[in-house]
């Protein structure tokens, strides 16, 4: 019998995360990193912004499993022109590139370099949280055979947790509009998101989302890449993953994603103009993406595209689909950072 969704978050423990150890890559490939993924993320608002228009025309082919289809060919489109820079950063290895590379690419196509990084990380009891993002990461394409509650066929974790989001978007409606119907999407989202962290990813980003959020609070100075990194391992599909009991005990009181999302726009937005490097627009950006208020949304993303705009220190790549999303602002879920 699977075990509840209470049960299971509080299975989270810290004895094999390291919280100590910082390996810093060096600031060149961070920026062409930061510049890579503002990149992509453009193109993700792009294309997603294009099949919700076809979407929207059609309502026939609305339902989820249509709207997963069409993510994930948005995730594809906006990652062929970042492919040869990226890979090359991940084969380094340069961690962040090396789980933001095998989080959208599928195991069939890593070079054997990749494979046998991944290895090694696999292999080791105590992982940074930067390792047990990349091991997560690894897994995002697993498939998983679900209860007949569900679904009978088997499917890959990302779909469930893409699922378990729009269960609870459905959940959020129908409870507002007193509908009957709320309890079903309310269960159903349990399911999936409680069949979702009992999986080799959703275990492994519970411990790179606890990772990085203790080594912020327990170091003596916290840095503040580590908050930046929170934000992107506890997005989307992986909200929730670790219970607000859990992180308090390292912080004292529980801050929450918009707390530091806050925080950290208000840090560094009077800084704005001083920046000199991608990376340092990057952490701003992807702070402002996370805040509550439209107006910081709208200029995280125009700082994306300010970053996307930007050439590569090492490498070259091609910029001529890249369009100014601003129609797209309010398109909803993207699944990747």
């Known amino acids: 019998m699977e075990k509840g969704l209470d049960a299971l978050l509080n299975e989270t423990y810290d004895f094999d995360i390291d919280t100590v150890s910082r390996v810093e890559p060096a600031s060149d490939d961070q920026d062409d990193l930061a510049i890579l993924k503002a990149f992509y993320k453009c193109q993700q608002f792009v294309f997603q912004g294009m099949l919700k228009d076809v979407l929207d025309k059609h309502p026939l082919l ?11 060919k948005a995730n594809i489109l906006a990652f062929t022109n970042i492919k040869p820079r990226l890979v090359e950063l991940a084969e380094k290895p340069n961690l962040n590139a090396l789980a933001f590379y095998v989080s959208i690419d599928e195991r069939k196509n890593w070079s054997e370099k990749i ?9 080791k009891k105590i992982k940074t949280p930067e390792e047990w993002e990349v091991l997560a990461c690894s897994h995002v394409h697993d498939k998983i055979q679900l209860s007949n509650e569900l679904e009978k066929v088997p499917t890959d974790i990302e779909s469930v947790g893409i699922n378990a989001i ?17 309890k079903k999407f309310w269960l159903k989202c349990r399911l999936y998101h409680t069949a979702f962290l009992n999986t080799q990813y959703g275990k492994a980003v519970q411990k790179a989302q606890l990772g990085y959020y203790a080594r912020f609070f327990t170091s003596k100075q916290g840095n503040d890449s580590d908050l930046c990194n929170y934000l992107r391992a506890s997005q989307a599909i992986n909200a929730g993953a670790v219970p607000k009991s859990i992180l308090e005990q390292y912080s004292g009181v529980f801050f929450s994603r918009e707390n530091i999302a806050l925080f950290l726009s208000k840090k560094y937005k009077p800084q704005k103009n001083d920046f000199k490097t991608p990376s340092e627009k990057y952490m701003l950006a992807w702070a402002l993406f ?4 439209d107006a910081d949304k709208k200029m995280g993303k125009n700082l994306l595209i300010d970053i996307a705009n930007q050439p590569l220190k090492h490498g070259k790549l091609q910029k001529d689909s890249i369009t100014k999303p601003s129609q797209y602002f309010n398109i909803g879920l993207d699944v990747h950072s």
């Open 62 to 72: 609305s339902k989820i499993d249509t709207r997963i289809a069409c993510l994930k």
């Open 115 to 123: 494979t046998k990084l991944i290895a090694n990380i696999e292999s």
């Open 166 to 182: 729009l269960q609870y978007n459905n959940y959020l409606e129908a409870f507002e509009k007193n509908s009957d119907n709320w």
């Open 290 to 293: 996370n805040c509550p208020k």
